[in-house]
């Protein structure tokens, strides 16, 4: 074991861990592989996916599961699974009202899907529990782009599986861009002042494989890594022209919650939240990110002196204190911008649009720590998740108000994460009060913490079929806290 490596990656203590005043519980990580290294790696830019464009302008992908191998820790190999590569997959860039196709091909040893996560698409094509791939399969979406720009992003959904899969590298971002993408004044040249920041916790095993869910604490209180991985990367370095830099941020990790600042605090403006743009910048020194959440933020490198050395610092909550990543501030400029002021118009839902309200309890069972069966503890409403029982049916084209809870036990004061299919949803309110700024616009998942109580509204067009919604905790999720709804004619 090598003592300085703990200490850098921060190594995890058992005791109570504090977050907005709410508690629960920290949890000591297995082990560690191998030396650090110290910001010398340059970030990876996952490759933006190349595609044919085929009859009536159809942009036809072609995407692959696989195993792979990479080296985290220098002398140590981590088996890995990847789309298209060994880990993470590339990006795919799609535009509002483009036809898309995406050729998939499962070559993993075990069943998968591939669900495009905050995308608007027919239920057949969601790529959840639904549309498993066998090993060696073929699977063939094709649909229409109908949202505005958005950094979504992509990853496995298959039943009993996803945390697992996502943990050992399959994901990636899918970036939709549109007429008022192109049309604001901020950075968008992806790879040169526009970067994808894909955050993901691991713990290792001293032989250097990934050491996922081992017991039942795993499950209730998430895999919780004790090191940081950007882009794939540990302790990366990303060199930045002097000017505004646009990052991409997505919560990558399979149950941690982060909390994400610069090593000088510097202020950020935050421009879109899932869904796409806010209608006005959000100034901000830290941004909470709960599993499956993306943030875009512009960050200002312009008054840093060339050489400058700034780093990402992200509290993992519960668990360690990161220092994730650094930037370098080159001697070149880049390319002048400001913070816009106003940056869209977002068409908000009126709550008396509402034809109907919904409750949904997320509760953990308290009652023996041990889970005696599968998923036994994790449940909406009372219920595990099970493939054939729809439990909502919604009336296309109506909105509806989900009222989403936290109802923590006594001794298992667990954080949540609630996701839904299909939809970009708008906060009403938490607790009884409005959002704050930073989570106000379109959101397709929201931290729900324990006792809290969040009311969000949606509406459910275009397309009838089943969707999921599921806690993005994705422990909890492969254990049940998941559950299908219909949308009908
Ligand atoms: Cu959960």
New binding site residues.
């Given amino acids: 074991m090598n003592r300085r490596t703990l200490l850098k990656s921060g190594a995890l203590m058992l005791g109570m861990a504090s977050f907005g005043g709410i508690s629960f519980f920290r949890k000591a990580g297995l082990s560690y592989a191998g030396p650090a290294q110290g910001f010398i790696t340059d970030l990876s830019i996952p490759p933006v996916l190349s595609n044919v464009t085929g009859k009536n302008g159809i942009k036809n992908f072609s995407l692959t599961s696989d195993r792979g191998e990479m080296s985290f820790f220098p002398g140590y190999t981590t088996p890995t699974m990847g789309y298209n590569g060994s880990y993470l997959g590339p990006t795919i860039k799609v535009r509002n009202g483009e036809r898309v196709n995406i050729k998939f091909n499962n070559r993993l040893d075990q069943r998968t899907s591939v669900h495009w996560h905050g995308l608007h698409v027919p239920a057949e094509w969601d790529g959840g529990p639904r549309q498993e791939v066998a090993t060696g399969a073929d699977w063939n979406p094709e649909f229409e782009i109908k949202q505005p720009a958005a950094t979504l992003w992509y990853h496995p959904h298959a039943m009993g599986l996803t945390g697992e899969h996502a943990y050992m590298g399959l994901s990636g971002l899918f970036i939709i861009e549109d007429d008022i993408s192109d049309g604001l004044d901020i950075p968008k040249t992806y790879g040169v002042d526009d970067f994808p920041i894909v955050l993901q916790d691991r713990r290792f095993f001293n032989d250097g494989r990934f050491a996922y869910a081992q017991n039942m604490m795993d499950v209730m209180h998430g895999v919780v890594g004790n090191y940081l991985l950007v882009n794939g990367n540990l302790w990366p370095n990303l060199d930045v022209t002097r000017g505004m830099n646009r990052l991409r941020i997505l919560n990558g990790s399979n149950s941690s919650i982060y909390n994400i600042s610069f090593s000088d605090n510097r202020p950020f403006h935050q421009i879109a939240t899932d869904g796409g743009f806010q209608e006005r910048p959000v100034k901000l020194n830290n941004l909470v990110l709960s599993p499956g959440e993306r943030s875009e933020i512009l960050v200002d490198f312009g008054s840093d002196p060339s050489g400058a050395k700034v780093s990402l610092l992200v509290d993992q909550m519960p668990g360690s204190h990161f220092e994730a990543m650094q930037f370098t501030v080159l001697a070149e400029r880049g390319d002048k911008h400001s913070i816009p002021q106003q940056l869209t118009r977002i068409k908000w839902l009126p709550e008396e649009e509402a034809v109907k309200t919904r409750i949904f309890r ?1 509760e953990t069972m308290s009652h023996g720590m041990g889970m005696m069966r599968r998923g036994g503890r ?1 449940t909406i409403n009372g219920r595990n998740m099970d493939l054939d029982v729809i439990n909502e049916k919604v009336k296309l084209g109506t909105s509806e108000i989900w009222v989403i809870e936290n109802r923590a036990a006594m001794m298992m004061r ?4 609630m996701h839904l299919h299909d939809v970009q949803f708008q906060i009403l309110d938490k607790n009884g009060r409005r959002p704050p700024p930073q989570e106000s616009g379109r959101k397709d998942t929201v931290p729900v913490l324990p006792g809290e109580r969040i009311r969000v509204i949606a509406r459910f067009d275009d397309y009838t079929g089943v969707y999921m919604y599921h ?3 994705l422990e ?2 492969d254990n049940g ?1 998941m559950g299908q709804f219909e949308v009908v004619s």
């Fill in positions: 997320m994790l667990l954080p949540h994460s806690c993005h905790l909890h999720e806290m």
